[in-house]
Every structure is written in structure tokens, then in C-alpha cells.
């Protein structure tokens, strides 16, 4: 049983969104500040929709948590949708008379959606039964709860930031700053990217696109700093932490695919290019194990360990699939072509996907920090944490 995990529940449109969280150790600060901004930042960025300034994303904590610190029992989350007041009928709990549900119904499957697999798979007539659920509404859980996560990991000197390298055709050059600085640059960019005149250009592609009724994706970059070495293992594979953090990513609506530090490209470069090579320690220290690497192209993972270097992990989010100017699909009912179901969508999100990311790479971390270092309350993991670190820290 894995020592943190998680459930979300909850329809893009329903009432709420509904998240626990279990395996949180006891006596952790829970800033209700820190969740509400990070729930902010999934919001921004240039090219969402109108649902951004429908929803405020104000969540309550239910339980876990007693006069501003963690219990160690089960953190549950609520966080309300404004909009199910418009969708009221649509999303009803109770039946509803057939008319109305003939109204409501979503009839026509979009393409790049769950629409028709899952309408097949489940038996629904109406796709809106599974684009409810497959929608990336549900993501603002993945962020309270992961939030929580981050939280757990800033205690142990653990930082996790975003930014965005591609939107469409337009390519941020490579980050010279290091991820501490990363946030405060890419918060104030509309579209989370470092350097301000690839952000410019990458602004001016989404309103192109939003302008021909089209939509853009991209890739971002999350990172750790700060980790310990020896999250993850190599003698399982299902230990290896790449896998978990794959996972997480995948799992993120839209995301095509992983890459951990350089990635694809070294498949494209002879071994003498793609390792990183060992540098000593310092001797005058008595700390000749304090050893470095020359680069970071495994990107802090090597035979499923972190190495103590920055983890770097980018993600390819494939455009958003609803276009203003639908794209061909069929009447199920028919087998007739129709134009695809239309629903009110963001142009692009991918700087909202590098903020979840950070929610997503936090869970994962906490789990891992949670299983190397193991206790139920903070005052019990911290030191852990804190000696094993000052004796492996890497320069
Ligand atoms: C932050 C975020 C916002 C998204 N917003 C939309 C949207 O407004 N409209 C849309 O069609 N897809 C949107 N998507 C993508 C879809 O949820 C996703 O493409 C769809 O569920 C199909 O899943 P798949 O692409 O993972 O196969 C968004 C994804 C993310 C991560």
C-alpha cells in the first residue's frame, strides 16, 4: 500500500469537487493561503476560457487538519463549482422528465475527447455523461491535494517549479536560472515562459489561432530542487521513480508525452555525450564522497534513484481538442457525418498544465520522501530527512 495517496470525484459541471488525501504525516502547517494561491495559478494564463472567471476555486477543508496542522488522518477537500448553478438541471441528481433529457443531451461525440469510446465503453446515449468526468475541471483537486504535498516537501527544503518551453510553433530559448527563480519570472509571463520575447510571440500564436477558430498545445518543464539522493530504487521496477512520475504525467488530460532530462534527444547523441561524468568531492572538507556530475542530462534520476541533482521532467500537451470550428464526426445514433458537439473551451492551457504539473510531481516526491524516510508525524521524518542530507547533499 503506497504510504500517500489520493482520490478525486466530482463532474466538470456537478455541485463539487471532492478530493482526499491520506498518508499526510501529523503535525505539518497547512497554509490555507498557499492552496488557495496555487489553485489560483491553475487558472491563469492567456488563451482559457470563460469558465476561469465563472469559478473562484474556493475550497474548504473538511477534515485532517485541527488549528493549522495536520492530524495524520485524512485530509478531504471540497471545492465548489459556481457554474453547476447554470447546470443545475443538466447534472441533476434526480430524473429527470425524457423531454428534458433529450434537451440536455450532448449528441454528438467531439474528436480528441473521451466522447465516443467512453459513450461505447459505458453504455451512455449522452456523451455529456462522459465528458462530465473526463474533463480537465477536475484537475483543481489534483492541485488542492497536491498542494498539500508541496507543502510537506517545502518542510524538507524541497522546492517544485514550472515553465513553459513551446506553445505551438513558438520555442522559449533554455533556462539559465535555476527553478527558485523560475516562478516569480513565469508567474508574471501571460503564458508562464521565462524570457519575455518568446512570450510575446507565443501570446500572439494563441490569438492567431483563437482568431481562425483553432486551438494550440506545447510543452512545459517542471523541476525539483533540492531533493535528497535516494528517492526511487533500481532493484524493482516498479520502484524506479521515473515510473510513478510518468505515470502522473500521463495521467494529466492532454498529455501526449514524458521526457526526464534530455529525454528524446539522447537517443540522437553518441554515450560520451549523454552521460553525466563524476567530478570529486572536496577533500578539505574531509567529504571527498561529496562528489558532482559534470551536467545533468539523466535530468536527477539514474537507475530509478535520484542522484541529488535537479529532477527535471517536460510533458507534450497535444492542442485542445474542442474547436470553435468543429471538426467532422459522426451521429451515433445515424452513423451520418455531423459536425463535432461544440463546448465552451480554452484556446490553450498549457501554462495551466505546468502549474497541475507541480501538483502532480509533488505527490509523486512526498510519496517517495514518504517512503524513504518513513514516521507519522513531522517531528519524527524531519530530522530524518535534514541528517541524511547533510551527509549525501551533493554540491
Ligand atoms: C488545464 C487543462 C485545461 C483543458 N481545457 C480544455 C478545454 O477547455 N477544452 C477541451 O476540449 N479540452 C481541454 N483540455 C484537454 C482535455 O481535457 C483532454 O484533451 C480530453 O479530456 C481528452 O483526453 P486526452 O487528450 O488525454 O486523450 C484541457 C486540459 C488541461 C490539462
Known sequence: MSRLRFLTAGESHGKWLVGILEGV???????????QDELQRRKQGHGRGARQKIETDEFEIASGVRQGFTLGSPISVLIANRDWKTWQEALSVAPLPSAEIERCRVAIPRPGHADFAGALKYG??????????????????????????????AEAGITVASRVIRIGAVESPDAVSSPETWRKIADASPVRCLDSDASARMVQAIDEAQKQGDTLGG????????????????????????????????????????????????????GSQAQDELLPGDESRGRSWNASYRTNHSGGIVGGITTGQLLSVRAAMKPIATLMRPLNSIDPRTGLPAHAHVERADVCAVPAAAVIGESLLALVLAEAVLEKFGGDSMNEILPRILAWKDRQHLA
Open 219 to 270: 510543452i512545459f518543464e517542471v523541476a525539483a530542487s533540492g531533493l535528497p539522493i535516494g528517492l526511487g530504487s533500481h532493484v524493482h521496477w516498479d520502484r524506479r521513480i521515473e515510473g510513478p512520475i510518468a505515470q502522473a504525467f500521463m495521467s494529466l488530460n492532454a498529455i501526449k508525452g514524458v521526457e526526464i532530462g534530455g529525454g528524446f534527444s539522447l537517443a540522437a547523441v553518441p
Open 25 to 35: 504525516p501529523a503535525g505539518l502547517p497547512v497554509s490555507l493561503e498557499t492552496i
Open 124 to 153: 451512455h446515449a449522452d456523451m455529456r455523461n462522459v465528458l462530465e468526468r473526463a474533463s480537465a475541471r477536475e484537475t483543481a483537486m489534483r492541485v488542492a491535494v497536491g498542494s498539500i504535498a508541496r507543502l510537506f516537501l
